[in-house]
């Protein structure tokens, strides 16, 4: 039987040690090189060609998120399962609409990670762990419900300023921000919303009348 070839990505070498010994416990796993940066990540991959790339988010020079951003540049023939000590909705869904094939805590059980790695290695995608999903399927009923109270007042402002029309420059003047904050505004506000674009997202504020609430710096 063929083995699941799995490169791990993540910069603590301890984790990283205990991981390999839990993957390779079965027989149908083999941990085939260790990545302590994105940078590397991004070189092994090319390199050893796994079947699965186990992918921390918080990592030095490129983190978990420009790491996918780089590999989506162009095709490939392994899957991306992100193991993360965050578990935020924002970053889980922005991971799985830029592709990722599943999300998994590092907080999991060490059978729920090994299922993992063999479910997404046999093509499953948008692999959840029990936990998370509860949190996803929580925090979508209510962002559908009621989605200003997932954002904060500075993304409300941001958010109101949008639906009106104005541009990122326009709205860091008002704001007295910088275009590059309006933007990280913009990248946190869209997951939260579960939208990927402006015009997404002003939908969104009519759909909810977003545009009433006011928040504060």
Request: hydrophobic residues 40%; proline residues 3%.
């Amino acid at each position: 039987m063929k083995s699941i070839r799995v490169l791990m990505a993540d910069d603590h070498p301890v984790f990283r040690a205990g991981m390999r010994s839990l993957l390779e416990t079965p027989d149908d796993i083999e941990v085939v090189g260790e990545a302590n940066d994105g940078e590397e990540a991004l070189r092994l991959v090319a390199e050893l060609r796994p079947d699965i790339l186990l992918l921390d988010i918080e990592m030095p020079g490129l983190n978990g998120v420009e790491v996918v951003d780089r590999l989506n540049r162009e095709p490939a023939a392994f899957r991306v399962l992100v193991l993360s000590a965050f578990d935020d909705e924002a970053y889980i869904s922005n991971l799985l609409a830029k592709g990722v094939s599943g999300y998994l805590t590092k907080a999991e059980a060490g059978d729920v990670i090994v299922d993992a790695v063999r479910q997404v290695a046999q093509g499953e995608e948008g692999w959840l762990s029990r936990s998370i999903r509860t949190k996803v399927m929580a925090l979508h009923r209510q962002r559908e419900s009621s989605p200003e109270r997932l954002l904060s007042g500075r993304e409300l402002d941001v958010l109101r300023l949008l639906a009106a029309g104005q541009s990122n420059k326009e709205i860091a003047s008002e704001l007295n921000i910088s275009s590059s904050t309006v933007k990280n505004h913009l990248s946190n506000i869209y997951p939260k919303l579960g939208v990927h674009s402006r015009v997404e997202a002003v939908l969104q504020v009519q759909r909810h009348g977003l545009d009433k609430y006011t928040g504060s710096s």
